[in-house]
Structure formats: C-alpha cells, structure tokens
T-cell receptor, first 113, second 114 residues
Framework: GQQLNQSPQSMFIQEGEDVSMNCTSSSIFNTWLWYKQDPGEGPVLLIALYKAGELTSNGRLTAQFGITRKDSFLNISASIPSDVGIYFCAGQLGGTSYGKLTFGQGTILTVHP | GAGVSQSPSNKVTEKGKDVELRCDPISGHTALYWYRQSLGQGLEFLIYFQGNSAPDKSGLPSDRFSAERTGGSVSTLTIQRTQQEDSAVYLC????????????FGNGTRLTVT
C-alpha cells in the first residue's frame, strides 16, 4: 500500500542533542500525526496537526504541518535516553477516511548517554 | 486497565492453519481499526468499523482475511489458510467517534507462520 517517505531511517545521537525528522508525500493530507513506538508496544500519539502551516509543541517536541499539506517535520530538543524508540509520521485524509492512516516507514532513534 | 487489549500477545502457527486474533477496544469507543506491521515497516491499514455502519474493508490484502465486530465492542480478525508472508504484528486501535479523534493502539499480536 501507499506509504509516506520518512527520513532519516535511523539516527544515533548524544544525549542533549536536538533531533529532526521529516515526512513527505505525493498526496495531500488533511491531518498529520506523529507517533512513537516502544518495543513490544503499540504506537502512542505524540502530536496531531490539523491545519496547513500549523506549528504545535508538546514539551520538548515541536511539529509542523507543511503549507503544501504534503509534508511535516518533527523536532525533539535536548534529547534524553527515554526518547529512544521508533517515530512514525502518519497522514489522514479525513471525510469518510477517518482512521485510515497512511504511515511512514519510521525513524529509529538511539540516544547515547 | 482502560487501554485497548489484544490477545494473544504472540501466536505461532503452521502454514495453512486458520488463526483468530481478538481485540477489546476502550469502553465507549465506537470506532475500531485493524492495522498490520511487518518487520521494520510502518503500519498498513486493514479494516475499519464505525458504529453500526458497514465496515471499510479496503485494506484487507486477500479474501483469506476477514474481521467481525460483535455488539459494537469486541472484534476478531481471522486469517484463513495462513501463509508465511502473513507473519507480522497485528495492531488494533479504537477511537471515541471515528472522526479526527486520536487512535489508541493496543500492544498487538505478533503472528509467526512457520
């Protein structure tokens, strides 16, 4: 099925560094979502973006909904060891397609103490 | 716990056998979704139930896959005549209304077909 292009695939950083990851799509989405998945668990929603151009923060996380509605980025500032995990972007069309999210391939984040 | 509950957490089956995976959504959530996550990949939409409406089955990969939701609550995903390529983590999610409400995922069932 269709997937978003998420990059980078993996990141190895030192504790305290900032992190940036992004997703691009050839299709327009009406909602962009960012999830984090820990081993053996389901994804947990981090940030939801509902309007083109929207910039939203959640603690050390900041995400933006691209103005073209075809891209989004997620920044994590001052990383800590518990930030380790897999981060997924997801796009949602809405309308009759609620819940039919299209996911990126994920970014594996490793934080060295 | 008040989260989405899935069972079993792990399932190993022989090729050709049928399997049933169960999902208990969060109480009161009217929308229920099944996704599949293959190793090292993102999640792939399978099927979506919203209230009493006909389910959206557009993501089911073949007619060996089916799902039911009884009484608007518990859902069962059935895979008939399993193949090795069916090996994956099957994730269930629910949301309050099936609109822009965030999806709450369970921990998944890891299916291994030998």
């Amino acid at each position: 099925g269709q997937q978003l292009n998420q990059s980078p695939q993996s990141m190895f950083i030192q504790e305290g560094e900032d992190v940036s990851m992004n997703c691009t799509s050839s299709s327009i989405f009406n909602t962009w979502l960012w999830y984090k998945q820990d081993p053996g668990e389901g994804p947990v929603l981090l940030i939801a973006l509902y309007k083109a151009g929207e910039l939203t923060s959640n603690g050390r996380l900041t995400a933006q909904f691209g103005i073209t509605r075809k891209d989004s980025f997620l920044n994590i500032s001052a990383s800590i060891p518990s930030d380790v995990g897999i981060y997924f972007c997801a796009g949602q069309l809405g309308g009759t397609s609620y819940g039919k999210l299209t996911f990126g391939q994920g970014t594996i984040l490793t934080v060295h103490p | 716990g008040a989260g989405v509950s899935q069972s079993p957490s792990n399932k190993v089956t022989e090729k050709g056998k049928d399997v049933e995976l169960r999902c208990d959504p969060i109480s009161g959530h009217t929308a229920l979704y099944w996704y599949r996550q293959s190793l090292g990949q993102g999640l792939e939409f399978l099927i979506y139930f919203q209230g009493n409406s006909a389910p959206d089955k557009s993501g089911l990969p073949s007619d060996r896959f089916s799902a039911e939701r009884t009484g608007g609550s518990v859902s069962t995903l059935t895979i008939q005549r399993t193949q090795q390529e069916d090996s994956a983590v099957y994730l269930c999610a629910s949301s309050p209304q099936g609109d822009n409400s965030p999806l709450h995922f369970g921990n998944g069932t890891r299916l291994t077909v030998t």
